[in-house]
C-alpha cells in the first residue's frame, strides 16, 4: 500500500511563493504518475498540476505560468513550487499518484492513491 505524505503548505501574504512536497512510502511510486489537486472552502475538488513518469506535464488554466510540478525519482518525491499566490489560491492540496505512469490526466478519477492534505492560505 502506497502512503502519500505533503509538507510545505502555511501561510503566505498575496504574491509569495511556497514549495509543497510529496513523499511516497513506496519504492514503487518511483514509476508512478503524480497529480496536484486542491479543494476551496465550500468548492468541489479541483485540478492543479499533473507530471507523468517521463515528466511531461499538465497544468489548470487558473495556475499555469505561476506554479511548476516536478519529480525526483530518487526521492520519491513530487513537488509544486507556487508563485505570484493569490487568496483564490487558498485551499487544502492534495498530492495524487496514479498506477498509469504515463498520464498526465486532470481526471481525478485515475488516481489511485491521495495524501491526507496540506493548507495553503493567502492573505490579501
Known amino acids: 500500500q502506497v502512503q502519500l505524505v505533503e509538507s510545505g503548505g502555511g501561510l503566505v501574504q498575496a504574491g509569495g511563493s511556497l514549495k509543497l512536497s510529496c513523499t511516497a512510502s513506496a519504492r514503487t511510486f518511483s514509476s508512478y504518475a503524480k497529480g496536484w489537486f486542491r479543494r476551496a472552502p465550500g468548492k468541489e475538488r479541483e485540478f492543479v498540476a499533473a507530471?507523468?513518469?517521463?515528466?511531461?506535464?499538465n497544468y489548470a488554466d487558473a495556475v499555469k505560468g505561476r506554479f511548476t510540478i516536478s519529480r525526483d525519482n530518487a526521492k520519491n518525491t513530487v513537488f509544486l513550487q507556487m508563485n505570484s499566490l493569490k487568496p483564490e489560491d487558498t485551499a487544502i492540496y492534495y498530492c495524487?499518484?496514479?498506477?498509469?505512469?504515463?498520464?498526465?490526466?486532470?481526471?481525478?478519477?485515475?488516481?489511485?492513491?491521495w495524501g491526507q492534505g496540506t493548507q495553503v492560505t493567502v492573505s490579501s
Open positions: 507530471i507523468n513518469w517521463s515528466s511531461s506535464t
Open positions: 495524487a499518484a496514479s498506477a498509469l505512469r504515463f498520464t498526465s490526466s486532470s481526471d481525478s478519477r485515475l488516481y489511485d492513491y
